[in-house]
């Protein structure tokens, strides 16, 4: 019954390949989010899709582009990836409306480029 | 604009003690506010949230959290730490006119036995 799940966990892989990671949430959310987690810990979003629509798309390179097939999946496909790539990702998803705003967030998904 | 501070990257604390992590804010409307803690290798929890109301707020593992709208502050407290607090906690602030959140850089808790 997990409310918020990535897959894969851990992802490594050498620079300039394609990656994707997963991400479902079974809590009934309209909204979901894709964050980056340096090696310092710090939280930095990146994308937010609601009700499938992008709604927020940080200053992130192009080589990243977030997919929404439905309100209970948001994936993350990278392109050529790079050494910077490396960090911890998020996936995260809340209400949109009724006063909530509260963020959900999966286990993380653990990316070391080599 | 809307932006959260966090004055410490570290909190020290003895078990039994009580404990505080601060965070201050600025939005340009009304502040919707959150806690979250994150256990090493793990995803961010929610802890807390002020919307509106009473500016005491309750949550999850005995932790509180006062709303003070003059010096726009929303502190983490606990009365009584335990060595189980130990992790990175974050406070985030959204705007009610915004369609984000925004975190600060986190503070990490440690709780010595």
């Known amino acids: 019954d997990t409310a918020v799940s990535q897959t894969p966990k851990y992802l490594v892989t050498q620079m300039g390949n394609d990656k994707s990671i997963k991400c479902e949430q079974n809590?009934?959310?309209?909204?979901m989010y894709w964050y980056k987690q340096d090696s310092k810990k710090f939280l930095k979003i990146m994308f937010s899709y609601n009700n499938k629509e992008l709604i927020i798309n940080e200053t992130v390179p192009n080589r990243f582009s977030p997919k929404s097939p439905d309100k209970a999946h948001l994936n993350l496909h990278i392109n050529s990836l790079e050494l910077g790539d490396s960090a911890v990702y998020f996936c995260a998803s809340s209400r949109s409306s009724g006063g909530g705003y509260e963020q959900y967030f999966g286990p993380g998904t653990r990316l070391t480029v080599t | 604009a809307q932006s959260v501070a966090q004055p410490e990257d570290q909190v020290n604390v003895a078990e039994g003690n009580p404990l505080t992590v601060k965070c201050t804010y600025s939005?340009?409307?009304?502040?919707?506010l959150f806690w979250y803690v994150q256990y090493p290798n793990r995803g961010l929890q929610f802890l807390l949230k002020?919307?509106?109301?009473?500016?005491l707020v309750k949550g999850s593992y005995g932790f509180e959290a006062e709303f003070n709208k003059s010096q726009t502050s929303f502190h983490l407290k606990k009365p009584s730490a335990l060595v189980s607090d130990s992790a990175l906690y974050f406070c985030?602030?959204?705007?009610?006119?915004?369609?984000?959140?925004?975190f600060g850089d986190g503070t990490t808790l440690t709780v010595k036995p």
């Open positions: 939005v340009s409307g009304n502040p919707y």
């Open positions: 985030a602030v959204r705007d009610t006119n915004a369609g984000k959140s925004t």
């Open positions: 002020y919307i509106t109301g009473d500016n």
């Open positions: 809590l009934g959310h309209d909204t």
